[in-house]
């Protein structure tokens, strides 16, 4: 069984209380927990509709925000917005990780922590909230409990361009050509791989980690870009 103090609790955290408390269960649900206590279900299709809901919502926040940013511009800031750092750390600000039911290796590896699996969850949780209340009553808890600290990481955010695109730009313009990416190792099981590439530009190589290729060659291209100097705290957004 599933407790009900964590399902009051993360309630009282979000400030709405669900008419199915069934469906912030199961956006609490990982398949690793799922599979442990043959459940058959996880928040594997809420993540999916609450993607969706979050990127509508943050649109609609950002149009508002800025009137006269291009559609390119507006397109960009989303995507850094609704990405997994992002909403991971959307997700720490009521401990959501806390409330997670994993299974028992994924307890051990720390999955509460994980980055990805904190953004998936976030997700569900809007998938079921849209669900049991539908597409305002989730902007409005959104709004309340989550887009002052959205504006932060924002204001806070060396570029809000994903780091392959500002590291293209930049040895574009530094050094005339183009990073280059090579995948060095994949491990793990199929549903729970880690993947490493490895960044060169020139005579500069960086190394970066990641749960799929594409977020690997991405922490390689910030790794990159910090030893070319060009992140720092200080940088501007571009």
Not at 34 to 39: D, L, N, P, S
Not at 41 to 55: K, P, R, S, T, W
Not at 91 to 111: C, H, M, P, Q
Not at 199 to 214: A, P, Y
Request: with cysteine.
């Amino acid at each position: 069984m599933i407790g009900s103090e964590k399902i009051v609790e993360l309630e009282r955290r979000l400030g709405y209380s669900f008419k199915d408390k069934g469906l912030l269960k199961r956006a609490l649900i990982h398949r690793s927990f799922a599979f442990e206590k043959e459940t058959g279900e996880n928040y594997e299709v809420l993540e999916f509709l609450g993607d969706a809901v979050i990127g509508l919502i943050v649109s609609e926040e950002l149009v508002k925000r800025f009137p006269d940013k291009t559609e390119g511009e507006l397109s960009q800031i989303r995507a850094f917005l609704v990405s997994e750092p992002s909403l991971s750390e959307l997700a720490k600000t009521v401990d959501l990780g806390k409330f997670i039911y994993l299974g028992r290796g994924e307890k051990r590896s720390g999955g509460s922590r994980k980055s990805s699996l904190l953004c998936d969850v976030f997700e569900a949780v809007f998938g079921a909230l849209y669900l049991d209340a539908g597409f305002e009553k989730a902007k409005e808890v959104f709004k309340r409990k989550f887009l002052d600290k959205l504006w932060e990481i924002l204001e806070n955010a060396i570029t809000y361009k994903d780091f392959k695109s500002y590291l293209q730009e930049v040895t574009q313009r530094e050094f005339r050509e183009l990073p280059t990416y090579t995948l060095i190792s994949s491990e793990g099981p199929e549903h729970e791989k880690t993947f490493t590439v490895e960044c060169r530009v020139k005579d500069l190589r960086t190394v970066g980690t990641g749960r799929s290729k594409k977020a690997a060659e991405q922490e390689a291209a910030k790794e990159m870009l910090k030893a070319l100097g060009v992140i720092d705290g200080k940088a501007r957004k571009s």
